[in-house]
């Protein structure tokens, strides 16, 4: 166990609906890093926070949207949800936005119907 | 643009038998270089991790090499196990601000009895 946990781990959508994922960081990390793994893909990096701040971003659109709480947990949103942003999405938390050493959440398969 | 190609992108072993899968990378300017296991549908979890400077580095009967110059690396998997079933991903990480970790697409292996 990595000590990064994501909720829920299944997800069920309709188009159009927005949703939010959660990740609990590992203990002492500050850092937070999205990922969105499509089938047979490797993991394409959304976004990263960092002490609460958004630290860079990845080539998604503004409808990804993030969140991260005075603990280091994270929120990913997503908004009008598309059939293509079904994924399993991964959060990997680090000590510092260098990232060193990541560890990664067992993911949230979101699936869009 | 940062690259990571992994080959082969699926493979079949017998248990008992060593296998290695081969990572290409074109990730500039080059931080530091590693292997994760994914079982399906879960988060990856990192096996190594080597620097500029590391050649080698072995966890259990996993060893990774690398070679900066080339921008190739290995990882070679000793007395396959039917738990070494699989996605092994080559990950690239890069000097920056913030993680820009670059992914590959992964080998799946599946360890046959």
């Known amino acids: 166990e990595t000590g990064v946990t994501q909720s829920p781990t299944h997800l069920i959508k309709t188009r159009g609906q927005q949703v939010t994922l959660r990740c609990s960081s590992q203990s002492g990390h500050n850092t937070v890093s999205w990922y969105q793994q499509a089938l047979g893909q490797g993991p394409q990096f959304i976004f990263q926070y960092y002490r609460e701040e958004e630290n860079g971003r990845g080539n998604f659109p503004p409808r990804f949207s993030g969140l991260q709480f005075p603990n280091y947990s994270s929120e990913l949103n997503v908004n009008a949800l598309e059939l293509d942003d079904s994924a399993l999405y991964l959060c990997a938390s680090s000590l510092g936005p260098e990232n060193t050493e990541a560890f990664f959440g067992q993911g949230t398969r979101l699936t869009v119907v | ?113």
């Open chain 2, 1 to 113: 643009k940062n690259q990571v190609e992994q080959s082969p992108q699926s493979l079949i072993i017998l248990e008992g038998k060593n296998c290695t899968l081969q990572c290409n990378y074109t990730v500039s300017p080059f931080s530091n270089l590693r292997w994760y296991k994914q079982d399906t549908g879960r988060g990856p979890v990192s096996l190594t991790i080597m620097t500029f400077s590391e050649n080698t580095k072995s966890n259990g009967r996993y060893t990774a090499t690398l070679d900066a110059d080339t921008k190739q690396s290995s990882l070679h998997i000793t007395a396959s196990q039917l738990s070494d079933s699989a996605s092994y991903i080559c990950v690239v990480s890069a000097r920056s601000g913030y993680s820009t970790l670059t992914f590959g697409k992964g080998t799946m292996l599946l360890v046959s009895p």
